[in-house]
C-alpha cells in the first residue's frame, strides 16, 4: 500500500479526495439543522414511507454519497487484519493488516533512502536533506495514525460508571478534533456500523445545544401534561359525585385509577422503548396519540363507569414519558450534564400535579365539572402536534440500525451491521418484555437497597397525593378559600419545587462536579449527601402542617410546612433517583419502571384511604401519622449512606466500586 493511500486514510483533515468530500457533505449536513429535525421527527419518517424515501433523505440516500475511506477500505479488502474478539462495550479495535506490511515496506524504503543519501551526502544540498527527512517525519507519523485506535462512545459504554465517564472526556476532546472512527470487523466478517467521525451530525451527542435544549423542553412539557391531567380532576369530583349519584370515595377513583394506569403502563412502553428496532419515537407518538383521542370521550363520559375505564386508559398510555424520558435525556447528554437535565425533567413532574388543580380550580365552578377534562385536551393536543413535527428520535441503537439497513441497501452489502442487530439477533420481543418484567421484581425483593427506595419513595408518593384530599378539609373549612384559591395554594409546590432545585443544582455545580472533574468517579453513597440533612424535611414539615392547620393560626404557616415537605422530598429523590443507577447500572430502566410502578400503586391507594383517614382521625392525628412513617425515610437514608457499600458488596445485581 503505497504512501499517498495511507495519507488518505489517517487524517480527518487529509486532501484526499473521498475523505474530504465526504466531509465536506458531513458539514454541509450539519449546518441544516432544522431540515434533520423534521426529517427525522414523526412527521418526516412519514413522509419519507408515503414519498419511497424520494425527500428528505439522509445522506447514504444521495446521489453524491461516497463512504469515508477507512469504511471504503473495509468494503474494498475484505482480507484486511482487523483486531477481532468479542464486541463489547469497553473494547477497542486496532485496524493494522497492510498498514503493518506498509510500515515493514516504507521502512525498507527507508532504509534504502538512507543507504542512497550517505553514498551522495556530500553532493546534498543541507537545505533539501533538511526538507527530505520532514517529509520522512511526516510519512512515519501518518503511518502511525494508520494504527487508529477506536475509542468506546459513550452510548456503548454502561451508564452512570467511571467507563461512561472517561468516554464522555475522549468524545469531547475528538468531537472538537472531527476524528474519523474505524469501523470494526467482527469474527463472523461483520462491519460494525458506527458513527463516520467524532462529530456525527447523526449522534445525539453532537447535537448542538439549541437542539437538546428544545428536545429536553419537549420531553418535559410531555411529561407536565401527562402528570397536570392526573390532579386537574380533582376540581371536578363534587360534580361527578352529583351528575352520577356516587359517593366521595368512588368519585375519588377518577384521580386514583388515572395514577395506577401510569404507574402499570411503563412496565410495557419502557422494554419496547428499549428495542432498537422500535425505539423511544413509535412508542411516545402512539401512545401519546391515543392519550389525545381518549382524553375526547373522556370529557363527553356518559356514565361514571365509562368515565373511570377511560380515566385509566388516559393514563396507562400517557405513562410512557414518566419512565423513559429520562433515558431520552440520556441519550444526549455527558454524565456530567444529565443531572441538570434530568433536575428539569424531574421538576416537570414533580410540579405537574401540584398544578392541575389551580388550572380548573376557577373554571369548574362556573363552566362545570367536565371543564377540566377539556383543559386536558386542549394541553394535551399541541404538545403533541409539536411532537409530532419536531421531536426526533434520540435512542443511537435505533439510529445506527436503520443507518445500517441504508447501508445494505446502497451497496448490497449484507454484512453491514449495527451492534444491537447482532446483540439481539436470536432474541424475542417476549424474552425481552418477560426479563423486564421479572428482573425489577426481583431484585427489589432480593436486595433490600432496592427495596427501602421502592419503599421509602412510595410513601413519599403516597403522602403527596393525600394533599389532594386533605387540602379541602383545611382551606375551605378554616379559611372560607373556594377552588380556585385552593388551587391558588397548590402553588407552594412550585416554590418548593425552586427551593429544592437551587439546593441540589448548587451542590452538584459546587461540590461534586469539581470533586468528580479532580478525583473521578466518587462512591455512589456520596451522592446521597444532601439527602442526610433533607430526609429531617418531610417530617418536621408534615408535623408543622397538622398542628398549625386551623383557623386560629393564619393559612400561611401550614402552607410553610407543607412547602419545607416539598422541597427537601425532591433533594432527596433527587440523591435517590441518582444512586440507583450508579449502583445498579445493568438494570437501572427496569429499576426506574418498577419505582413507579410502586410509587403510583401506592399513591393511587393514598387517594382512596385519605378521605377516610382524616375523616376518621382528623387532619392533625392523621397528618401526624404520615409524619410518623416519614421517620423510615430518616432511619433508612442514613443507614444507606453509612452501609450502602456492604450492600452493594453482597448484592449480585450492584456493582460494588
Request: proline share 6%; hydrophobic share 40%.
Amino acid at each position: 500500500m503505497d504512501t499517498s493511500i495511507s495519507r488518505k486514510i489517517t487524517a480527518s483533515h487529509s486532501n484526499d479526495n473521498n475523505g474530504s468530500h465526504f466531509h465536506r457533505q458531513h458539514q454541509k449536513k450539519r449546518g441544516g439543522a432544522m431540515a434533520d429535525l423534521i426529517r427525522d421527527a414523526p412527521i418526516g419518517q412519514l413522509i419519507r414511507f408515503l414519498t419511497r424515501n424520494k425527500y428528505l433523505q439522509y445522506p447514504e440516500e444521495r446521489a453524491d454519497f461516497k463512504l469515508p475511506e477507512p469504511w471504503q477500505r473495509l468494503v474494498d479488502n475484505p482480507n484486511a487484519v482487523v483486531d477481532e474478539g468479542p464486541v463489547t462495550s469497553s473494547s477497542s479495535s486496532t485496524i493494522h493488516g497492510e498498514g503493518n506490511n506498509n510500515n515493514n515496506n516504507n521502512n525498507n524504503n527507508n532504509d534504502d533512502d538512507a543507504g542512497h543519501l550517505s553514498e551522495k551526502e556530500t553532493d546534498v544540498d543541507p537545505e533539501k536533506q533538511k526538507r527530505r527527512e520532514e517529509e520522512q517525519q511526516g510519512q512515519a507519523q501518518e503511518q502511525e495514525q494508520l494504527h487508529l485506535h477506536r475509542t468506546p462512545t459513550p452510548t456503548e459504554t454502561p451508564a452512570f460508571t467511571e467507563a461512561r465517564l472517561e468516554a464522555d472526556e475522549a468524545h469531547d476532546v475528538e468531537r472538537v478534533k472531527s476524528v474519523p472512527i474505524v469501523p470494526q470487523r467482527t469474527k463472523d466478517g461483520a462491519i460494525l456500523v458506527d458513527w463516520y467521525y467524532s462529530d456525527d451530525a447523526e449522534n445525539p451527542h453532537n447535537w448542538t445545544n439549541k437542539k437538546r435544549t428544545y428536545i429536553g423542553l419537549v420531553i418535559c412539557l410531555y411529561t407536565f401534561v401527562v402528570y397536570t391531567t392526573s390532579a386537574i380532576y380533582t376540581s371536578s369530583s363534587e360534580g361527578v359525585m352529583r351528575e352520577f349519584g356516587v359517593s366521595q370515595l368512588k368519585a375519588t377513583l377518577g384521580l386514583s385509577i388515572y395514577v395506577l394506569g401510569y404507574g402499570i403502563g411503563p412496565l410495557i412502553f419502557s422494554p419496547l422503548s428499549e428495542i432498537p428496532r422500535i425505539g423511544r419515537n413509535p412508542v411516545y407518538i402512539v401512545t401519546m396519540f391515543l392519550f389525545v383521542i381518549l382524553s375526547i370521550p373522556t370529557a363527553f363520559a356518559p356514565d361514571f363507569a365509562g368515565l373511570i375505564v377511560l380515566r385509566f386508559l388516559q393514563g396507562f398510555f400517557g405513562s410512557p414519558c414518566l419512565a423513559s424520558g429520562g433515558a431520552s435525556l440520556g441519550d444526549m447528554y455527558s454524565l456530567m450534564a444529565l443531572p441538570f437535565a434530568m433536575v428539569a425533567w424531574v421538576s416537570a413532574a414533580y410540579c405537574g400535579p401540584a398544578l392541575g388543580p389551580l388550572l380548573s380550580g376557577f373554571a369548574v365552578p362556573v363552566e362545570g365539572w367536565r371543564w377540566s377534562l377539556f383543559i386536558s385536551i386542549w394541553a394535551s393536543g399541541p404538545v403533541f402536534v409539536t411532537m409530532f413535527i419536531s421531536l426526533p428520535e434520540t435512542s443511537s441503537p435505533n439510529i445506527l440500525l436503520r443507518r445500517a439497513q441504508r447501508l445494505r441497501k446502497l451497496t448490497g452489502n449484507e454484512r453491514f451491521m449495527s451492534q444491537s442487530e447482532i446483540d439481539q439477533r436470536h432474541m424475542k420481543v417476549s424474552s425481552i418484555a418477560l426479563d423486564a418484567l421479572i428482573k425489577p421484581m426481583e431484585i427489589t425483593i432480593k436486595d433490600p437497597a432496592v427495596l427501602f427506595v421502592q419503599i421509602y419513595t412510595a410513601i413519599i408518593y403516597g403522602i403527596y397525593y393525600s394533599f389532594f384530599e386533605v387540602f379541602p378539609l383545611v382551606y375551605p373549612v378554616d379559611y372560607h378559600m373556594n377552588l380556585g384559591q385552593i388551587g391558588l395554594v397548590f402553588l407552594c409546590i412550585l416554590v418548593s419545587c425552586i427551593l429544592g432545585i437551587a439546593i441540589y443544582v448548587g451542590y452538584l455545580y459546587y461540590y461534586m462536579n469539581p470533586r468528580i472533574m479532580k478525583f473521578g468517579m466518587p462512591a455512589q453513597e456520596s451522592r446521597l449527601v444532601p439527602a442526610l440533612p433533607a430526609s429531617f424535611g418531610p417530617t418536621i414539615g408534615l408535623f408543622l402542617f397538622a398542628w398549625t392547620a386551623r383557623a386560629s393560626i393564619h393559612w400561611i404557616v401550614p402552607t410553610i410546612g407543607i412547602t419545607i415537605y416539598g422541597a427537601t422530598c425532591f433533594v432527596v429523590m433527587q440523591c435517590i433517583f441518582v444512586y440507583v443507577p450508579l449502583s445498579y447500572p445493568q438494570y437501572a430502566a427496569s429499576l426506574f419502571a418498577a419505582n413507579d410502578f410502586f410509587r403510583s400503586a401506592l399513591a393511587c391507594g393514598s387517594v382512596l384511604f385519605a378521605h377516610p383517614l382524616f375523616g376518621n382521625l382528623g387532619v392533625a392525628r392523621g397528618t401526624s401519622l404520615l409524619g410518623g412513617l416519614s421517620v423510615i425515610g430518616i432511619v433508612g437514608i442514613w443507614l444507606l449512606y453509612f452501609y450502602g457499600a456492604r450492600l452493594r458488596a453482597l448484592s449480585k445485581f450492584a456493582i460494588s466500586e
